[in-house]
């Protein structure tokens, strides 16, 4: 299972999702659907721009649980 920690790399940045949305140009729907884990699939260009505007690595947004 991938868990996606975006939620906490928002808080460790001070980012509201609304913020975060218009940095990496996408809606907020999208932006959502990611943070609620509910995302079958991201595009390397959205991670890649998620990380910019977060100023971090891949792995602190996304982390495998082994089930």
Do not use: H, W
């Not at 920690?5 to 999702?17: C, E, G, I, W």
């Not at 990496?24 to 998620?50: C, G």
């Amino acid at each position: 299972m991938i868990r996606v920690n975006l939620d906490v790399m928002m808080a460790k940045r001070k980012m509201s999702l609304t913020e975060l949305a218009e940095k990496v140009n996408i809606t907020m729907a999208n932006l959502s659907v990611l943070k609620t884990e509910k995302a079958k699939a991201i595009r390397f260009s959205t991670l890649d721009a998620i990380c910019k505007a977060l100023d971090c690595q891949p792995g602190d947004i996304l982390e495998y649980i082994k089930e």
